[in-house]
């Protein structure tokens, strides 16, 4: 299946999936971590593994997997 007309709906949205995951880590730097911060990263890495994974960006999805994975050994 050719994904390309979803193309630019995947950039757009791992961009706010980043940037909300960016404003996230700067409040963890300057406050004790919280489980609700912890979760909300979680949530974000486990949407972009999903989104990556469906366009076939495996690598990015793999990435996204091994951030799940440090955000459970945080928790």
């Known amino acids: ?43 974000h890495s486990h949407s972009l593994k999903g989104m990556a994974a469906s366009m076939g960006y495996n690598e990015m999805a793999e990435l996204a997997h091994r951030m799940e994975d440090l955000m459970d050994r945080v928790r």
């Open 1 to 43: 299946m050719d994904m390309t007309p979803y193309r630019d709906l995947f950039i757009s949205e791992a961009r706010e999936h980043l940037r909300a995951m960016n404003e996230i880590t700067l409040l963890l730097e300057t406050a004790s971590a919280e489980r609700e911060q912890i979760d909300a990263l979680f949530r």
